[in-house]
């Protein structure tokens, strides 16, 4: 055998060197994630900010580079004790619902909080904000469905327990009626009015005993925005200027649409409430939108349902009071001097029996619900026509 042959085969079995690793950047990693990332030196001065804490502070990086983090928060803000902390410790910390306050945000942002020093550069610290919006949007509406149920349960007691003696007490008075002078009867007809308005309440309330599956179908919720929006113009929204902001490709809805229109209908005439009638800059804005990253993990389950129709309704009314945002969707609480806190109370559930979920977020002259829906998997054999108020 040739020493060339030899040679030959000798270098067939040596395998070929792997191509070497592509090299990925650092900081374009962090700038592609999606929390606020900062990098903070010894004397609080901001080293490094990804495009995350860019939107999330209102400022360029540049900007954020030249400052210190005790000139971006407010006074006093618990994020420069964690700091602090890591700086005096060495050690890494973990701090959940910190709330963040600067002058170029109007109310706190809700945050957790991770953070410690670099292996590296022990002279500087890392800190990752993830902000608590959607976590909390679907604690909230957990929370909203239980409330639900409860108000089910006793649905059913006052159908039963209360409908049946107001119907005996509002004939009674109806018997009396005729044989009593002018002054009596103007008490009866008390007792009348009276048993009507509790009627009305417990049939209001009726709804949230009904436990039964809803009949869904593939919705379009232009249609459905539209059509609220028309009945809004010629009645209790006349003077508000509306402003449609909407997703032309956006998919179909899978639900009901006679229920889809009394959420948006509730929505709507909340909003317009809100505004007032002489507010002659009163406007709405309905605008829809595709989310694609939105999931909901269902509770004992790790099944994770997509929910990216996203739906909102903004106005630039006086706002939702502070001490009320937490409780907006329990039933009995309301802003209003005659209403009965039901309605949104209903939203949630609707909104919940369409397996969606509702928020609210509200400042002086900017209030938002937010609705967020899963949608129709297949295009329908046939699109449902637009019903005409």
Avoid: W
């Amino acid at each position: 055998m040739s020493s060339k042959s030899a040679s030959l085969r000798k270098s067939e079995r040596i395998p070929a060197s792997p191509p070497p690793a592509p090299i990925v950047d650092c900081e374009d990693l962090l700038s592609g994630l999606p929390h606020p990332i900062l990098v903070i030196a010894n004397d609080h001065s901001i080293v490094f900010a990804n495009t995350a804490a860019e939107s999330f502070f209102s400022m360029s990086a540049t900007a954020l580079t030249r400052s210190r983090i005790s000139e971006i928060v407010a006074f006093g803000c618990p994020l420069l004790g964690l700091i602090e902390q890591v700086q005096a410790t060495g050690a890494t910390v973990n701090e959940y619902g910190i709330e963040v306050a600067t002058p170029r945000f109007s109310g706190a942002k809700l945050v957790d909080v991770y953070g410690g020093p670099l292996p590296e550069e022990p002279r500087n610290m890392f800190l990752m904000l993830q902000q608590r919006s959607m976590a909390l949007m679907i604690e909230r509406q957990l929370t909203h469905r239980a409330a639900a149920r409860s108000v089910s349960g006793m649905a059913g007691v006052l159908a039963h327990e209360i409908k049946n003696p107001l119907s005996g007490i509002r004939g009674a008075a109806q018997l009396l009626e005729p044989g009593l002078s002018d002054e009596d009867r103007a008490l009866t007809q008390l007792i009348c009015s009276e048993t009507d308005r509790i009627r009305n309440l417990v049939d209001r309330m009726e709804v949230f005993g009904d436990e039964r599956p809803i009949s869904k179908d593939a919705v379009n919720i232009h249609d459905v925005l539209n059509h609220v929006r028309r009945i809004a113009e010629h009645g209790f929204g006349r003077n508000v200027r509306y402003v449609e902001d909407y997703d032309p490709s956006l998919p179909y809805v899978l639900g009901n649409r006679d229920k889809l229109v009394q959420v948006f209908l509730n929505l709507l005439k909340n909003a317009a409430e809100a505004i007032g009638e002489n507010t002659e800059s009163g406007r709405i804005i309905m605008q829809t939108a595709f989310r694609p990253g939105v999931r909901l993990s269902l509770p004992g389950s790790d099944t994770r349902v997509s929910l990216p129709l996203m739906i909102q309704i903004e106005d630039n009314g006086c706002g939702i009071p502070e001490h009320l945002k937490p409780h907006l969707f329990d039933p009995f609480v309301t802003t209003k001097s005659s209403g009965s806190g039901l309605g949104l109370a209903l939203v949630a559930k609707i909104i919940a029996d369409h397996g969606g979920i509702i928020e609210c977020e509200s400042e002086p002259k900017r209030t938002v619900f937010r609705v967020l829906l899963p949608m129709q998997r297949t295009r329908p054999a046939t699109v449902p026509t637009t019903r005409e108020t």
